[in-house]
């Protein structure tokens, strides 16, 4: 099992930016993708980001295209989410996870979660 951290959470305006990062340690590499999931109060768990470890392929929700990236630094094991023009609805708890299979028609079925961290954005 991958332990994974996510830090970088915190309280910004509308129209701000945040970084979020995410460190894995143990059974390192036998992750496929590295994502970002994202839960508001009073709602369900959503796909926010996911990459491909090896390649780097990207993917996102319609939410958040155009606005945040995914990235990822395979020597520190960490994975980042850069957030801009963030919106008082982005504000969740967003979590890190990974997927250990490879099957991209499975790409948003995680396995290894996160504890999460928190974003706040006030309008």
């Known amino acids: 099992q991958v332990s994974l951290v996510e830090s970088g959470g915190g309280l910004v305006q509308a129209g701000d930016s945040l970084r979020l990062s995410c460190a894995a340690s143990?059974?390192?590499?036998?992750?496929?993708?590295m994502g970002w999931f994202r839960q508001a109060p009073g709602k369900e768990r959503e796909f926010v980001a996911g990459i491909t470890w090896s390649l780097g392929t990207t993917y996102y929700a319609d939410s958040v295209k155009g606005r945040f990236t995914i990235s990822r630094h395979n020597a520190n094991n960490t994975v980042y989410l850069q957030m801009n023009s963030l919106k008082p609805e982005d504000m969740a708890v967003y979590y890190c996870?990974?997927?250990?299979?490879?099957?991209?028609?499975?790409?948003?079925?995680?396995?290894?979660w996160g504890q999460g961290t928190q974003v706040t954005v006030s309008s």
């Open positions: 143990g059974r390192s590499f036998s992750y496929y993708y």
């Open positions: 996870a990974v997927k250990y299979g490879s099957s991209w028609l499975e790409r948003y079925e995680y396995d290894d």
